[in-house]
C-alpha cells in the first residue's frame, strides 16, 4: 500500500492497493464552498486508470456529509455515508472504520462498487483534508472548527439525556 501527498492543485492525496486507488482532494461545490472530493478507480495494469470514466467513480461531499465525516472522525458517531450524488443521483458512499488496517471508502455507482482503502498511516492525512476544508469553509480555524463539532456534540447529548430523563426541551412548547 502507498500514500501519495500532492499540493500541485491543491491538497490531495492518494492512497494505492492491490486493485484500487482512491484519491481525496481539495475541491468547491457549485456556491464555491469549499469541501472534498473522492475519486476512486479500478488499476488497470496495475495502475490507475482514472480517464476512464467507466473505471471511476468520482463523489463531491456535501457540506452536511463533510460535517458527518468530520463528525464521525472525531467518533461522535458510528457511521458516515451519502446517496444521491451526480446529475443521475446514483452515486453514493459509505466509511468503515477498518480498525488497525485503516479506513475503507466504498464508492458506489448504478451497480458498481469501488473500494479504497486508506491505510491507518492515511487516517491523519484524511483527518487534516476534512477539518482543513471545514475550517476553511467557515472562516474559521481549525481548533474552532473541532470545538464547534464539540459543541454541538455536547449540545446533541444533553438534549438526548434530558428526552431520557422525561424532560422535553423548552423549544419543543413544553414548559
Same mark, same amino acid.
Given at each position: 500500500? %502507498?500514500?501519495?501527498?500532492?499540493?500541485?492543485?491543491?491538497? /490531495?492525496?492518494? #492512497?494505492? /492497493? &492491490? &486493485?484500487? @486507488?482512491?484519491?481525496?482532494?481539495?475541491?468547491?461545490?457549485?456556491?464555491?464552498?469549499?469541501? !472534498?472530493?473522492?475519486?476512486?478507480?479500478? +488499476?488497470?495494469?496495475?495502475?490507475?486508470?482514472?480517464?476512464?470514466?467507466?473505471?471511476?467513480?468520482?463523489?463531491?461531499?456535501?457540506?452536511?456529509? +463533510?460535517?458527518?465525516? @468530520?463528525?464521525?472522525?472525531?467518533?461522535?458517531?458510528?457511521?458516515?455515508?451519502?446517496?444521491?450524488?451526480?446529475? %443521475?443521483?446514483?452515486? /453514493?458512499?459509505?466509511?468503515? $472504520?477498518?480498525? +488497525?488496517?485503516?479506513?475503507?471508502?466504498?464508492?458506489?455507482?448504478?451497480?458498481?462498487?469501488?473500494?479504497?482503502?486508506?491505510?491507518?498511516?492515511?487516517?491523519?492525512?484524511?483527518?487534516?483534508?476534512?477539518?482543513?476544508? !471545514? #475550517? *476553511?469553509?467557515?472562516?474559521? /480555524?481549525? =481548533? $474552532? #472548527?473541532?470545538?464547534?463539532?464539540?459543541?454541538? *456534540? @455536547?449540545?446533541?447529548? @444533553?438534549? =438526548? #439525556?434530558? &428526552? =431520557? %430523563?422525561?424532560?422535553?426541551?423548552?423549544?419543543?412548547?413544553?414548559?
Amino acid at each position: 500500500m %502507498e500514500i501519495v501527498f500532492s499540493q500541485d492543485y491543491g491538497r /490531495s492525496f492518494t #492512497a494505492y /492497493s &492491490k &486493485k484500487s @486507488a482512491i484519491n481525496i482532494k481539495d475541491s468547491f461545490n457549485q456556491r464555491n464552498v469549499a469541501t !472534498l472530493t473522492i475519486d476512486s478507480c479500478n +488499476l488497470v495494469n496495475s495502475k490507475p486508470d482514472w480517464q476512464n470514466r467507466s473505471n471511476k467513480i468520482s463523489i463531491q461531499l456535501t457540506q452536511i456529509e +463533510l460535517i458527518n465525516m @468530520a463528525n464521525y472522525i472525531l467518533g461522535y458517531s458510528e457511521s458516515c455515508s451519502g446517496n444521491y450524488h451526480g446529475t %443521475e443521483k446514483n452515486k /453514493s458512499f459509505q466509511v468503515h $472504520d477498518n480498525g +488497525l488496517s485503516g479506513i475503507i471508502i466504498n464508492s458506489h455507482q448504478a451497480g458498481r462498487t469501488i473500494s479504497g482503502v486508506i491505510p491507518t498511516e492515511g487516517r491523519q492525512l484524511l483527518i487534516t483534508m476534512v477539518f482543513g476544508r !471545514l #475550517a *476553511f469553509g467557515w472562516g474559521v /480555524s481549525v =481548533a $474552532d #472548527a473541532i470545538g464547534l463539532l464539540k459543541i454541538d *456534540f @455536547a449540545r446533541k447529548r @444533553a438534549i =438526548a #439525556a434530558t &428526552k =431520557a %430523563e422525561g424532560y422535553s426541551h423548552p423549544q419543543q412548547g413544553h414548559h
